[in-house]
């Protein structure tokens, strides 16, 4: 979203207690919490850009995105980190990457020229396969519903979301005419590829934002069961305003899902930044337990511990976890961070965040919350 970006950099930027001083305070070696051994351990990776797309493969293979067209991915369960600037993309920044397998990578950058990259070869080459030099269009998020078929959703053009699809594993893309309409003002978040998803063959879009000075108490979630050809809105009570709505949606089964988000202008506030889902996403409520995450939350990913099933939450200000499919949630670090995925069997987790920062999931000690 092209707002996001412009605020984020206004806050980066501006004087007094910023986001960027922040997180200076979250930088590594500070992630304990009241002497609480950290569940993340900081890599040693070659960059410094700021990594918001990110997408663990497998317990081997890990890749992540950001600015400065720099993508890095590792194919060894986290030993060793490959970091390539993608010749062409300098000064793009790609928000959202996926593996389709272990050879087929796709990527997208937001701002302009939007543009989808794609390698074959494990990420040694990247070709163009789409580019869009029109200012409006601004690329959010990336999903494959299996591997031909997936979408990326951009900011309205219109009243309609800006969306492209492919049947080909990402190799060719085509603009979707029967996109969503939106909401004056709606629109979505490029802060972690995540405000957009698939659950049992579903395409989930969570959307936020407003028009300047204006809000609205819910936010909306746009669900298609036919491979983006028809579309659904389903309301959840998250409010929108300019710099707040939904910004990652994780589904932990087929009927449980959290959604996460809050104003991202305010990372300490622990109000409306919190839905949960029991009916695979048809209605979606606010706990009514009074323990939200500690703050704005940028994403949410499923940690599979034995029988238990965690969520952890992650945003600028530190990590969160729920045993109880997002009702409760216990702050578990002062780390902040962008992103955050575990492989598909739910046991290796990555965060990536500023500066370069990816950091393994360690854990949580002890084990069990206490509540």
Not at 8 to 28: D, K, R, Y
Not at 33 to 39: C, D
Not at 96 to 117: F, K
Not at 138 to 146: I, K, M, P, V
Request: proline letters at 4%; a negative charge; hydrophobic letters at 35%.
């Amino acid at each position: 979203m092209k707002i996001y970006s412009l605020i984020l950099a206004t806050i980066l930027f501006s004087n007094g207690v910023s986001f960027a001083q922040n997180q200076n305070e979250l930088s590594p070696g500070s992630g304990t919490l009241g002497g609480v051994e950290s569940p993340w351990k900081l890599m040693d990776v070659a960059t410094d850009a700021s990594l918001r797309g990110l997408h663990v493969l497998s317990t081997q293979i890990i890749w992540a995105s950001g600015t400065g067209g720099t993508i890095v991915n590792s194919k060894d369960g986290g030993e060793t980190w490959q970091v390539s600037i993608v010749e062409g993309a300098e000064k793009l920044d790609f928000r959202d990457i996926h593996a389709i397998d272990e050879h087929t990578i796709v990527a997208i950058t937001s701002g302009t020229p939007a543009r989808i990259y794609r390698s074959v070869d494990g990420g040694s080459q990247w070709n163009l396969c789409y580019e869009n030099k029109d200012e409006r269009v601004f690329l959010d998020a990336l999903s494959f519903l299996n591997k031909q078929k997936g979408i990326v959703m951009g900011d309205p053009m219109g009243d309609k979301l800006f969306l492209l699809s492919t049947q080909d594993l990402g190799k060719t893309w085509s603009t979707v005419k029967s996109a969503p309409r939106v909401i004056k003002g709606e629109a979505g978040f490029a802060a972690s590829g995540t405000n957009m998803t698939v659950n049992d063959g579903k395409f989930f879009i969570g959307l936020g934002s407003h028009l300047e000075g204006e809000t609205s108490p819910s936010s909306r979630i746009l669900v298609s069961d036919n491979s983006a050809k028809n579309w659904k809105a389903i309301n959840v009570p998250i409010p929108r305003a300019q710099s707040a709505g939904i910004f990652s949606i994780c589904f932990v089964d087929r009927k449980h899902g959290v959604v996460v988000g809050g104003d991202y202008q305010k990372p300490d506030n622990t109000t409306n930044n919190i839905a949960v889902t029991n009916d695979g996403g048809q209605t979606w409520s606010a706990p009514t337990t009074n323990q939200p995450p500690t703050g704005f939350r940028s994403c949410s990913a499923a940690w599979i511990n034995g029988a238990q099933i965690n969520v952890i939450s992650v945003g600028p200000n530190g990590t969160d976890r729920s045993t109880d499919m997002g009702h409760r949630w216990h702050r578990i670090s002062n780390e902040g961070f962008h992103s955050i995925d575990f492989s598909p069997d739910g046991n290796s987790g990555w965060a990536s965040g500023s500066e370069g920062r990816i950091a393994r999931w360690k854990g949580v000690h002890p084990p069990a919350d206490q509540n």
